[in-house]
């Protein structure tokens, strides 16, 4: 097994490179309109939106920077397969402006802009983000009338073309069944809150930083896992830091990178390279935590009926009995055709058994 990742370092709204409906599946996080550190990232690209900043029109430069972010919806519904899925995580933002403090709703302008180009939108999900700070209010502290709810979460909009996908050949179906999930992450991940640990941005370029919107490899992880399959591909319009793409390849799926600012490509071929030790140590560690809840499950006296075909282990579901996992082998950079290549070996049986703690 082979799959093959790319990197354009491009703008996001001229995807002309890319076939129509030649994606399965995107992940990826923008520009956060309205939140500070993006609005240089948004006047480079329109001088009306520097005007509406100067001008301190809020309401004004909000509803610009949306339609820079329109321009990529837009290509993104056309490259995406007919029942192809897109994973939007937004957050919304708030500010001071003339000394008035209000939100900008991110999230629901996305939602309405996408639904206009003919997205069906789907139910989503709230990821609250663990905070450290020592106080939780805004505005006018234990004083009634005058204060406000702090900002712990972000969005991740779900989004569809068309109606469900399908899976018409038998390799299709084939593919599909070896990519299943266990029944108890299918309960976990498809709640709609996730309580997923955000990451640091370990970025020196200070440009380079307001340009990158980086979400830890979990939550781009489950989102692969759960919206495609193996020998898929998966776009990440916004790349950053490379975090979809180190998904992609952990999970068997093909990728497609872009990024605006060529100052990432750097990090992004570091965490590439880490990708054999994160995302082979994210599939042994997803079987030993099946493995121990089945020795729970078993435990209350529910009767378990069957079994992976493929490592032997017991599953809940028939659904579960063709479920098999390619390890990363070796991933390998090719200059003539600038794509990384990815070989995978496969998993072998090693007998899991539960863990004593």
């Known amino acids: ?33 309205m939140i500070e550190m993006w609005d240089d990232a948004f006047s480079a690209r329109s001088p009306v939106i520097r005007k509406a900043l100067s001008d301190l029109d809020g309401a004004t430069a909000f509803e610009l920077m ?51 180009i003919g997205f069906e939108v789907l139910p989503c999900i709230i990821w609250r983000k663990t905070t450290n700070a020592p ?3 805004m505005g006018s502290g234990m004083l009634p009338a005058g204060a406000y709810v702090t900002l712990e979460h972000e969005y991740i909009l779900i989004l569809r073309k ?23 992450e299918r309960n ?47 776009l990440d319009p916004f790349l950053g830091t490379g975090v979809t793409a180190v998904a992609a390849i952990a999970s068997g799926r093909n990728s497609v990178g872009v990024e605006i600012d060529d100052n990432m490509e750097p990090l992004i071929r570091q965490n590439i390279s880490s990708v054999k030790k994160i ?23 529910r009767e378990v009926k069957y079994k992976n075909s493929v490592y032997g282990f017991p599953v809940v579901t028939s659904q579960e009995r063709d479920i098999r996992f390619p390890i990363v082998h070796n991933i390998a950079y090719s200059s003539e055709s600038e ?16 863990s004593s703690k």
């Open 339 to 354: 794509e990384y290549m990815t070989s995978y070996s496969p998993l072998e049986n090693q007998g899991w058994e539960p």
């Open 66 to 116: 949306h339609e820079e972010l329109d321009r990529v919806w837009s290509e993104l519904h056309r490259v995406l397969c007919r029942g192809g899925i897109a994973c939007i995580n937004i957050g919304d933002a708030t500010r001071t402006i003339r000394d008035r403090f209000r939100l900008y709703p991110n999230h629901a302008r996305i939602l309405h802009a996408c639904q206009n």
């Open 162 to 184: 068309g109606g469900k996908r399908s899976f018409p050949t038998e390799e299709d179906k084939i593919r599909r069944r070896e990519s299943a999930i266990f029944w108890e």
């Open 188 to 234: 976990r991940w498809f709640s709609d809150i996730w309580d997923v640990k955000g990451v640091s941005q370990n970025i020196e370029n200070a440009s380079s930083r307001t340009r990158s919107a980086a979400f830890p490899f979990e939550l781009a992880y489950r989102l692969v896992q759960m919206h495609s399959v193996q020998g898929d591909t998966v």
């Open 1 to 33: 097994m082979q799959t093959m990742h790319r990197i354009f370092f491009n703008d996001s709204a001229c995807l002309s490179f890319l076939s129509d409906e030649s994606v399965h599946l995107v992940v990826t996080s923008p520009p956060y309109p």
């Open 135 to 137: 106080t939780k209010f």
């Open 279 to 301: 995302g082979n140590a994210r599939i042994i560690q997803r079987i030993q935590e099946h493995v121990d809840f089945i020795s729970r499950y078993a435990c209350d006296k």
